[in-house]
DNA sequence: CTACGAGTTAAAGTGCACTTCAAGTCAAGC
DNA sequence: GCTTGACTTGAAGTGCACTTTAACTCGTAG
């Protein structure tokens, strides 16, 4: 299998090696071996940055995706800990796609009409808040 | 209209009066007038408020729901600049979706499966990234 | 008159996710 | 042997969105 420096993982990644690095620290991703003192990555690193990513693109912090990444390399079927985070998250993230939702619809809609008053679209709003598909 | 004080609408809106004084000063609220040197708001400002809030959980930075707001309250047509970002925040709030999304996802899968190994959750993640519906 | 609670300000502090810096190590090329 | 470039470390710095602190002013109740 391939070996990587840390600046080849970080140029592929597209993630700069000082990330890699703090991710290290924090306990995200596992210390590779060393050759002559210098991080040495098999491919499979990828996969794990990729996880790391999405985790903290959806919303994780560092520390709850070192659990949430910690569940899947559990040996045990998937610990109390992990499924609690888990199903926590689950609801964070669908208040985060609710509140997407809402501002996407807020711009469109601010993209079709006209309010010339910041009340009219405040009223959008109250509107948008419990339900969507009002007109403005 | 009813009068407020800055403690009344922190209590009703569910916001430390300290960050409605943050977001005067950072050109978000307007400023209200001052009763023996305290501000006095009238309920419009929860409609305000509310905006602020969906903006910045949306994924707004500070200065960008500065912008986005004063494309509201402008007489004009909305102005280009507002427009530009507007644009640009849809696209973002699409991504976010996105991502979102697949974290969701993977959250569900991971109830549904049971992975021993990273390796095999890893490469549902590679599936999952480009189109979801990957079986683990 | 005094005490109290709620408000005022500017300035400093906080937590997070990095990023940059300073000083040093190492292998390869000239 | 010396230089170069990529790497190493711990520590300090950054940007954002607040939050806390310190010292102060008000209006009202007792």
Redesign the pocket.
């Given at each position: 299998m391939r070996e990587l420096?840390?600046?080849?993982v970080a140029r592929e990644a597209g993630v700069?090696?000082?990330?890699l690095?703090?991710y290290e620290?924090a306990g995200l991703l596992p210390a590779p071996p060393?050759r002559?003192?210098?991080?040495c990555y098999s491919e499979a690193v990828f996969g794990r940055i990729n996880l790391i990513r999405l985790a903290?693109e959806a919303g994780?912090?560092?520390?709850e995706t070192r659990v949430f990444l910690s569940g899947f390399s559990e040996q045990t079927p998937p610990a109390a800990r992990w499924r609690t985070l888990a199903a926590r998250k689950l609801e964070e993230v669908n208040a985060l796609m609710d509140r997407a939702q809402r501002m996407k619809s807020l711009l469109e809609t601010s993209f079709r009409c006209r309010c010339l008053r910041l009340e009219d679209c405040e009223k959008f709003l109250r509107t948008a808040k419990r339900r969507q598909g009002a007109s403005c």
């Open positions: 420096s840390i600046g080849e700069p090696a000082s990330t690095r703090y620290k060393r002559s003192g210098q991080r903290l994780f912090t560092i520390g």
